[in-house]
Nanobody
């Protein structure tokens, strides 16, 4: 069974950047679409970006378009979320997710994903 683990979270000032990494074990991450979700306390996770494993297409939430970039390193078998021009509202916990099926398109809807990492915290504050 695929297990996911995020890394790269931390504290940054507004306007700063972070790069999150998602790594898998138990299977080849390259076979799976990967979704990145953002959650704040008391709310459901919201999809911010995803990358397909069928055609490497990507999707972004309107709130992060032009600031976040999702990419895949096939050699290292890792998926990145580059987050630039971070704002306080980007603070929260970020999860990487994968569906059970292989070689699919991706979605920004949480119910389409079966595997979730434990999350990594991001704090954007002056």
């Amino acid at each position: 069974q695929l297990q996911l683990a995020e890394s790269g979270g931390g504290s940054v000032q507004p306007g700063g950047s972070l790069r999150l990494s998602c790594r898998g074990s138990g299977s080849i991450l390259d076979y799976y679409a990967i979704g990145w979700f953002h959650q704040v306390p008391g709310k459901e996770p919201e999809g911010v970006a995803c990358i397909s494993s069928a055609d490497e297409s990507t999707r972004y939430a309107d709130s992060v378009k032009g600031r976040f970039t999702v990419s895949r390193d096939k050699e290292q078998d890792v998926v990145y979320l580059q987050m630039d021009n971070l704002q306080p509202e980007d603070s929260g916990t970020y999860f990487c997710t994968a569906p059970r099926d292989l070689f699919t398109l991706c979605w920004l809807w949480g119910r389409r994903y079966d595997y979730w990492g434990p999350g990594t915290p991001v704090i954007v504050s002056a």
